[in-house]
Structures are given as structure tokens and as C-alpha cells.
């Protein structure tokens, strides 16, 4: 399993003094970066291979509030993997507690915008599904 941390900055809370839920979506993006960093696929190598990853769609459930100072632990997982997309899962931790769970959808083009077979480029992405 892999964990992310993040510590909550001043700017990212709202004037209630709580975690703005805009930056959910930024915590997901750096913990997804860092998990490919992780596993040999970062998207410095990817872009390089001449491969791009857009968001196709995200999602997310806000459990519990975070507020400045806090470290909330991020798991990052693959939930699916088709030839051409990549589902990743998000659960989010706080003291203990869980704060946010959610989901984002990827595809891989290349540089001309045609689809890219992931899992025959990155066999890693399949090392990394749960066991069935």
C-alpha cells in the first residue's frame, strides 16, 4: 500500500478555518504524482515516452473536516485498468479518522491524440491491481 502525506496550509482553509474542499481534488493530483514517482511510472517518464494522461473524471465523498496544521495520510491505489484507462482510488485519513474517499479516470494519448495501450507500455500498472 502506499501513503501520501500532506500537511494543510493556512491557504488552503475557507474562512471557517477548515480545508477548502477544492483542495481535495489538488491532495489527490500530488498523492497520484508521487504514487507513480513510487512505482517507476512518473509522468516525467510517461510525457517523455511522448505519452499524456488527462483526467477523464474524478470523484469524491467529504467525510470528516480537515483544518490548517493537520497531516492527513493519503492511500493511493488502483482500482481498475482497462488496455486504455486507469481508475485510481483515494482514501484519506486524518488522527485517524477517515476524511475523504474518491476516485479519478485516466486515459493515455499520444502526442497526435490517439489512444495509448497503458498496461503493454506500463506493465507496473498491472503489478499494482488488487488481487482478485
Known sequence: MFVYQHKVHYYETDRMGVT????????????????????GASFARIEADGIVSPVMAVEGRYLHSTTFDDVIEVEVFILEMSLLKLKIGYRMRCGGQDVFEGWSLHCFLDKEGRAVRIAERYPQFKDQLPAE
Open 20 to 39: 477548502h474542499h477544492s483542495n481535495y481534488i489538488r491532495i489527490m493530483e500530488e498523492a497520484r504524482v508521487a504514487y507513480l514517482d513510487a512505482i
